[in-house]
């Protein structure tokens, strides 16, 4: 089992569309857990962070399901600017090498018209 | 104001060649990561430094070598250079190594060996 992994997309979708992302990680002890966008050609930026209890920044809604191992991202009423690569990222647990992000390899969201 | 940069933005050269890439950052960040994006879009890190000293080093090959003349600066020197180096290369920046640090990424130098 990859140590991140993702569907790979694309996932095309009109404006206004709702649209889920999933995730699943393979060290059951990792300790947090990120997405992060990637516009074509630039660098890596964080969307947001993934909290137990679940988290919901605007229009973004992200969950963690720890028994699971299983990450989501929820994008409502989707706008042409969130067209992008959507990288899962986890941090291994402590006693590893902290910091040292581990990146599935995205989600591709195109938003058309 | 650019909080991470990186030069050259694009570097392209031959076979064998030695070459390197700066990397900056203003934030005042304690840790400094260079990361290897390959052509399937695959994010994968190579080193990180945290107060000029090595934390992570992967098992990347030893003709990769870091250097970091201070706290905001790591470079990356690469030696005989090979095709399979081609890549997009990202330096990052966290306040510290830790769990919920937000990295920063520069914008990346695309490498392109012939």
């Known amino acids: 089992r990859k140590e991140v992994e993702q569907d790979p997309g694309p996932f095309n979708v009109p404006e206004g569309a709702t649209v889920a992302f999933n995730c699943t990680y393979s060290?059951?002890?990792?300790?947090?857990f990120f997405w992060y966008r990637q516009d074509c050609r630039k660098e890596p930026k964080l969307l947001m962070s993934?909290?137990?209890s679940g988290n919901e920044d605007g229009r973004f809604t992200a969950q963690l399901n720890r028994a699971s191992q299983y990450i989501s991202l929820l994008i409502r009423d989707s706008k042409l600017s969130d067209s992008a690569t959507y990288l899962c990222?986890?941090?291994?647990?402590?006693?590893?090498?902290?910091?040292?992000?581990?990146f599935g390899k995205g989600t591709k969201l195109s938003v058309k018209p | 104001d650019t909080a991470v940069s990186q030069t050259p933005k694009y570097l392209v050269t031959q076979m064998g060649n030695d070459k390197s890439i700066k990397c900056e950052q203003n934030?005042?960040?304690?840790?400094m990561y260079w990361y290897k994006q390959d052509s399937k879009k695959f994010l994968k890190i190579m080193f990180s430094?945290?107060?000029?000293?090595?934390?992570i080093n992967e098992t990347v090959p030893n003709r990769f070598s870091p250097k970091s003349p201070d706290k905001a600066h790591l470079n990356l020197h690469i030696n005989s250079l090979e095709l399979g180096d081609s890549a997009v290369y990202f330096c990052?920046?966290?306040?510290?190594?830790?769990?919920?640090?937000?990295?920063?990424f520069g914008p990346g130098t695309r490498l392109t060996v012939l």
């Open positions: 990052a920046s966290s306040r510290r190594a830790s769990d919920y640090n937000e990295q920063f």
């Open positions: 060290n059951s002890a990792s300790q947090s």
């Open positions: 993934v909290y137990s």
């Open positions: 430094y945290n107060n000029k000293e090595l934390i």
């Open positions: 990222v986890v941090n291994p647990p402590p006693g590893g090498s902290q910091g040292n992000l581990i």
């Open positions: 934030l005042g960040h304690d840790t």
